[in-house]
């Protein structure tokens, strides 16, 4: 995600499902209204970043991941949602990878099935019922990478390095086509894909965790330390 210097930017994958908030019959149980409230459910992040004049970066962050379990129970059609979020104000250099937070969860599920009395018979009782045991171990850890984009260059860097990384990815699954994205900008766009640079060694970017951010103004930034 690419915005101005304190600018807020706001990307979201996923869904936007109805929540029931209220319901309600007549005494004649006709005329029956319910309520919806629509959530978004996925991947969403909010970004608004200031960038310091010695080049660091100060961020406000707010993150949510969040899912279907499932409704309540069988006879009650309401969901539960899965949520992991985080709301947080930190300041990065530029270029530095930082950690958000971190999580860990380790739940453990015994469930017992079997049939009424005949489970409950000492000895031959087990061949009545049945156990089960599932454990769930989750780690979640955040991190993020700003980077600020001070001239056009920096600008076409980042997307030849980003193109290039879906290229290649379309290109390993179906080495003897050409990737699906270069037809897309060549055909659809109508214009000439970037042709990414090779990286040099020791200079490889994960475009995953890189949040760039350009300057809303001509003049360059002073370097660190430099008053």
């Given at each position: 995600m690419t915005t101005l210097d304190n600018q807020p930017a706001r990307i979201l994958v996923g869904q936007e499902i109805p929540?029931?908030?209220g319901q309600q019959l007549s005494t004649?149980?006709?005329?029956?209204f319910r309520t919806v409230q629509r959530e978004n459910v996925g991947i969403q992040l909010e970004v608004r970043?200031?960038?310091n004049s010695s080049g660091t970066?100060?961020?406000f962050l707010h993150q949510q991941v969040s899912s279907i379990a499932g409704p309540v129970s069988s006879d009650n059609s309401d969901l539960i949602l899965n949520k992991r979020e985080v709301e947080t104000t930190l300041t990065v250099d530029d270029g530095q990878i930082a950690i958000i937070g971190g999580l860990l969860s380790d739940d453990e599920r015994r469930t017992i099935e079997k049939?009424?009395?005949l489970g409950d018979l000492p000895g031959i009782g087990a061949l009545f019922r049945s156990k089960?045991?599932?454990r769930t171990k989750t780690n979640l850890m955040i991190f993020i990478r700003p980077t600020v984009l001070r001239t056009p260059e920096d600008t076409r860097r980042v997307?030849?390095?980003r193109y290039g990384y879906l290229r290649?990815?379309?290109a390993g699954q179906a080495p003897n086509q050409e990737p699906s994205i270069d037809e897309l900008v060549r055909d659809y766009m109508g214009a000439a894909p970037p042709i990414p640079s090779a990286p040099t060694p020791g200079n490889i970017e994960d475009p995953r965790i890189t949040v760039p951010i350009m300057r809303n103004s001509t003049k360059p930034l002073k370097p660190q330390g430099e008053r």
């Open positions: 929540i029931t908030t004649n149980f006709d005329n029956a970043p200031q960038v970066i100060k961020l049939i009424p009395l089960a045991k599932q997307t030849e390095q290649l990815q379309q």
